[in-house]
């Protein structure tokens, strides 16, 4: 297992003058060495254009955003209809690729969210400590003390059902996990010494967040949210599978499958896609995960590369 | 002492905790909703009756009076009324719960039993093969959605196989014939302890599609973590000394590094009961399973907030106690997670 930089395969034309190798382009080739990460992320691609595209890429546009087509009522997979109709005659790949927008939006929302409310917070009690500190990790402690889809569950059916509430209720049960994250980060960035000539020079403390902290936390908090992508993806189309997500007309996985697995055991096309379309791209999501951790760790980067 | 003060520390945070979930469900259950009164009263309420509602529930009260009464029941055991029912919850909750522990617990042991020895395989042989595949196994088992994967079970155990039922605790003409006695509420159990083999044996038929699909994110999980644990162990200055000074290397891996890799295990373990016990509630609507997720599902589809609110605070409070008692068994089993 002893392997040198030089099975990174950098030639010697691509270093830069100065001899220095960034960071970024490490990860890059080590993630790149990986066959499943690659797979994984043309698997996300193919999901996120088809979603983006939709209307380009099936005759059956209107059928996908919610047009009911009666008279071909549970057609099973044929050539017009490449993943068969469902139970109001409508082609159920359009469908997949409409309710894309939806199932894979509520994922990217809900970590956007949660990075954004958890990050800055987690900064801030790991910078300050003290009662802030203390505040701060207690309110999370709280959060955490729910079961997670559960709390989700109750504050979606509280708010009504809806694409943007089911959005909040995941974003308000999700962003602890990121506080958490960064604190414990920040925590040990503190020590560092080149926060301390910062401070020593007088830097006002938001200004050293923002500007030494921040930036060092975001690989792992980077990480973090491509593993909880895929996790997202699949609470939200949990919410959606008891009737509390988006609601039909509009396509959507979790609430396809809802729908469909009244039928699943004669038809089970229809469930069955927009289930392997949620379990394809989670799985895409978490190899993915997997394989920026993999990178962005150095000591793993080289047994990496070395062939696994 | 230090563990004595770490045990008593834990209790007390527990505790807090315990009280903050309350005062967040009564939050989720009162302010949120924007009008509790009509949600009682039910569909197109009258003006009258919306009033009548709102005193009957104390909702005219200032909110620190409401909060007071509502704690008050929940000390006497009382969780309020269901609006769809009329029953009150705490009945219907002493109904549905044993069903539900009981697939958590069936659950449980699945994931443990296959979970735990092939973690700790792979582990050990890290790069082999049987590494290889049961990393992908476990990396399945927690991107498949339960509910997927309980459907698929369902239609190749019942619809092509016709091995096994497609749903509920158990048959109708064995409930009929040979009822079960309630003793715990535990069906599996409960005829084991009357000698009742006709309904154990159909009982366990009915439990072992929803139990597996309900096992396979915690094996997934209990795969990963008991991997990764066995791998940081074995990485140990202790055991790279074990190996230098030629101990045999089963001793090694049994004696040494299985011990230490105990803790974090048992923390998998409650990772993995976590997600059994919100799991169950998807699993519970694929297989008519009479539970608390069956409750809740129906109780979100009626708008019935008092029960969506108790059952939320009755799988928290399971939640909270089960991590507790791990951190106590963590504390007396490693004294060394009592410094942090």
Redo the contacts between chains.
């Keep these: 297992m002893t392997t040198t930089f030089s099975e990174l395969e950098i030639t010697a034309d691509e270093i830069p003058h100065d001899g220095h190798i960034s960071e970024l382009s490490l990860m890059w080739r080590a993630f790149r060495s990986d066959p499943l990460a690659v797979l994984s992320l043309v698997i996300l691609l193919i999901f996120i254009f088809g979603a983006i595209f939709a209307p380009f890429l099936t005759p059956y546009a209107a059928q996908g955003q919610g047009d009911p087509n009666i008279l071909e009522k549970f057609n099973p997979p044929s050539k017009a209809h490449l993943l068969g109709t469902d139970y109001l005659g409508r082609d159920v790949l359009a469908r997949i690729f409409y309710g894309g927008r939806s199932s894979l939006s509520i994922g990217f929302l809900v970590v956007f969210v949660a990075v954004l409310i958890g990050v800055p917070l987690g900064a801030i009690a790991g910078f300050y400590g003290g009662w802030i500190d203390n505040l701060l990790m207690r309110i999370t402690d709280i959060f955490l003390a729910f079961p997670p889809l559960l709390l989700a569950i109750a504050l979606a059916a509280a708010l009504g059902p809806s694409f943007t509430n089911t959005m909040i209720a995941i974003s308000f049960t999700w962003w602890p996990w990121y506080a958490r994250l960064v604190r414990a980060q920040t925590i040990s960035l503190k020590e560092r010494s080149f926060i301390e000539a910062a401070r020593s020079i007088g830097v006002p403390s938001w200004k050293i967040i923002l500007t030494h902290v921040l930036p060092n936390v975001m690989t792992p908090v980077m990480v973090q949210a491509t593993m909880d992508l895929g996790s997202a993806i699949l609470v939200g189309a949990s919410i959606s599978f008891i009737g509390l997500g988006v609601q039909p007309p509009t396509a959507d996985w979790g609430t396809m499958i809802s729908v469909g697995r009244i039928y699943f055991l004669e038809r089970p096309w229809y469930a069955g896609s927009a289930g392997a379309a949620i379990f394809l791209v989670v799985l895409a999501f978490n190899l993915l995960g997997d394989a920026l951790r993999d990178a962005a760790d150095p000591r793993t980067r080289r047994s990496v590369s070395a062939g696994r | 002492m230090q563990r004595f003060d770490y045990i008593l520390k834990r209790l007390v945070?527990a505790l807090?905790?315990l009280l903050?979930?309350s005062f967040?469900?009564f939050i989720?259950?009162r302010v949120?909703?924007s009008d509790p009164a009509a949600a009682w009263v039910g569909p197109h309420p009258t003006r009258e009756q919306i009033e009548k509602a709102t005193i009957e529930l104390g909702l005219d009260k200032p909110l620190t009076t409401q909060y007071l009464r509502y704690m008050d029941g929940i000390i006497k055991g009382d969780l309020g009324t269901s609006i769809t029912t009329r029953q009150p919850i705490l009945t219907d909750v002493r109904t549905f719960l044993p069903a539900t522990l009981e697939l958590v617990i069936a659950g449980m042991l699945i994931a443990i039993v296959i979970g735990i020895p092939l973690g700790v395989f792979s582990g050990a042989y890290r790069?082999s093969w049987l590494d290889h595949l049961t990393r992908l196994v476990s990396?399945?088992g927690?991107?498949?959605?339960a509910?997927?994967f309980g459907?698929?079970l369902?239609?190749l155990f019942?619809?092509y196989l016709g091995l096994l039922p497609l749903g509920a605790r158990i048959s109708t003409e064995v409930s009929l014939f040979n009822p079960i006695e309630t003793i715990t509420g535990i069906y599996l159990l409960d005829s084991a302890l009357t000698g009742n083999w006709v309904a154990f044996q159909d009982a366990l038929k009915h439990i072992i599609l929803p139990a597996v699909a309900l096992a396979t994110y915690p094996v997934g999980l209990a795969i990963r973590m008991t991997r990764s644990t066995i791998i940081e162990v074995l990485s140990e200055k202790y055991i790279m000394a074990a190996k230098v000074s030629g101990i045999r290397q089963r001793t090694i891996f049994f004696v040494l590094a299985l011990k230490n890799a105990i803790v974090p295990t048992l923390n998998a373990l409650g990772l993995a009961f976590?997600y059994s016990?919100?799991?169950a509630?998807?699993i519970e609507?694929?297989f008519s399973w009479p539970g608390l997720g069956t409750y809740?599902?129906n109780?979100?589809?009626s708008?019935d907030?008092p029960v969506?609110?108790s059952v939320?605070l009755v799988?928290?409070v399971f939640?909270?106690l089960i991590n507790l008692l791990l951190d106590i068994i963590q504390a007396i089993i490693d004294p060394r997670v009592t410094l942090q």
């Design positions: 945070m807090f905790v903050s979930v967040f469900t989720i259950a949120v909703p790069g990396i399945a927690v991107s498949m959605p509910f997927l459907l698929l369902q239609l019942f619809r976590v016990l919100t799991g509630i998807l609507i694929i809740i599902t109780a979100v589809l708008v907030f969506i609110v939320t799988m928290t939640y909270i």
